[in-house]
């Protein structure tokens, strides 16, 4: 029997991709069809996504699928479903005709600064905290939202539909709107007790519920490509699958572990490390160190912390002169310098200043420390303190963890990074298995996989993430 064919949608902070995957023997093949890149839009003091730009390179990324079955002589009924996934936080208002109302906020504008306390003035920390068990940062939905309510409540009451950013773009495709669990649960609105968006919550914000999609779960059926779509890319009538709509949700799916005795970091622009557990954590302890509990597949839970990531590398090499554009030229800089500095990532000052390396070097005059003068020394202070900044978090988990845990699974990008992992190792005291770089999207196939009744379990897809990825294991130096 002919092998179906997956298309998946995978949108990072800044940039996506398009993937062509198919499933043989047991392991998934992918292909990168589209690559694109859509940088935080600065428009009016404020910074945006560019939300039809990514519907745009969606589009053009079926009909780049188009030619290639075309191409290669491939029946396009082989093509079966498709499923997106990005970042959380953030939402996009519609109006009734079904059409944009202005462009979503970035989590990293400025206009949340101080949404936190401005909102718990209303409602205590302890009590949002004991709702939602989500890590208190000012991008989050809840305070993104307060804040439009105070500046501009006209955006709000307007909107016939609030969707997040895979929602949306599943909208923009099929006229459904939906609220996908994984996603929603990213938003300090959801309550993991009753699976819903609290309504306390809605209530202090003065926002219905019905402004939102019906909540669904990783594997259900969103719709089909309306025709519009399906017209301009010649695809078909393409069931959109319900995914795991969170990035991070998609690749803790694919960790290729045949056991739960593991931590995991998706490391990337963000840096996200916690564990996959049975029930939420929300304890004082939790909330003392700030820990997230964000929806799972089947019912799991995410217990987790962000950690500002690799981020700080790149826009620091924005600013390197003289230096290799080659990501891991840059990277093996590390090598060259001596510098003992670190600085905490998860300082606001780092969060999106002018300049990143004048911001490394403020942190680092005011801790008394060495200043920072080449890029092999901005490159060392970042990789160890990431490093470090791993193990104070992964100490917190363990206290926090009703299970054991015996390594470090590292995934994503960042894991191609060798110098960091090594670095996690040695900090850490534990193996790190590195990879997939391609966690996310693997993780996107497999629910659609067993949303078309490929596989039937989450053992299944864990397995199928082992068979199909390589990984490589860097083991903590004991005279580090």
């Not at 659609?448 to 490589?472: I, K, P």
Request: aromatic share 8%.
């Amino acid at each position: 029997m002919d092998s179906t064919y997956h298309f998946a949608v995978d949108l990072g902070a800044t940039s996506g991709r398009t993937v062509l995957a198919t499933y043989c023997g047991g392991k998934v093949c992918m292909r990168e069809l589209t690559r694109f890149r859509y940088p935080m839009l600065p428009l009016n003091g404020h910074l945006y996504w560019n939300l039809p730009l990514i519907y745009q390179e969606i589009l053009d990324g079926l009909k780049k699928c188009v030619q290639v079955f075309a191409g290669e002589g491939i029946d396009l009924s082989r093509l079966v479903s498709m499923g997106i996934d990005s970042w959380g936080c953030d939402v996009a208002f519609f109006h009734k005709d079904g059409s944009l109302s202005g462009l979503p906020y970035c989590y990293r504008d400025n206009h949340t600064v101080g949404a936190m306390e401005k909102f718990c003035e209303n409602m205590p920390e302890d009590v949002v905290y004991e709702k939602t068990g989500i890590q208190f940062m000012d991008f989050n939905t809840l305070f993104q939202l307060d804040t439009i309510r105070r500046m501009s409540p006209e955006i709000i009451d307007g909107a016939d539909k609030i969707l997040f950013i895979p929602d949306a773009l599943a909208y923009m495709l099929t006229g459904k709107a939906v609220m996908e669990y994984t996603v929603a649960s990213t938003s300090q609105m959801l309550n993991p007790g009753t699976g819903d968006l609290d309504r306390g919550i809605l209530d202090a914000l003065g926002i219905t519920r019905d402004k939102f999609g019906t909540m669904v779960y990783p594997g259900y059926m969103i719709g089909r490509l309306c025709g519009q779509v399906q017209d301009y890319t010649g695809i078909g009538d393409l069931p959109v699958i319900a995914v795991a709509g969170h990035d991070t949700a998609s690749a803790v799916i694919a960790v290729p572990s045949p056991d739960n005795d593991f931590a995991y970091i998706s490391c990337g622009t963000w840096s996200l490390l916690g564990a996959e557990v049975d029930h939420p954590v929300i304890t004082a302890k939790s909330r003392e160190y700030n820990f997230t509990n964000e929806g799972g597949i089947d019912g799991t839970t995410r217990l987790l912390k962000n950690i500002c990531g690799l981020w700080i590398f790149e826009r620091c090499r924005e600013e390197f002169a003289g230096v290799p554009e080659d990501v891991p030229a840059v990277a093996s800089l590390c090598l060259e310098s001596c510098c003992g500095s670190l600085i905490n990532p998860d300082d606001p000052m780092f969060a999106n200043p002018a300049s990143m390396t004048g911001a490394i070097c403020e942190f680092c005059r005011r801790t008394g420390q060495e200043i920072p003068e080449t890029p092999a020394d901005y490159v060392r202070v970042i990789f160890r303190s990431l490093a470090v900044r791993y193990r104070e978090v992964l100490g917190m988990l363990k206290e926090l963890c009703p299970s054991d845990i015996k390594r470090l699974h590292i995934i994503g990008g960042g894991s191609q990074n060798p110098y960091l992992m090594q670095f996690a190792a040695d900090e850490t005291g534990l193996p790190v298995t590195a990879g997939p770089a391609e966690c996310t999207a693997l993780g996107n196939i497999l629910v659609q996989l067993r949303a078309c009744g490929v596989l039937e379990s989450l053992s299944d897809m864990r397995n199928v993430a082992v068979n199909s990825t390589e990984t490589l294991i860097y083991l903590p130096n004991i005279n580090k």
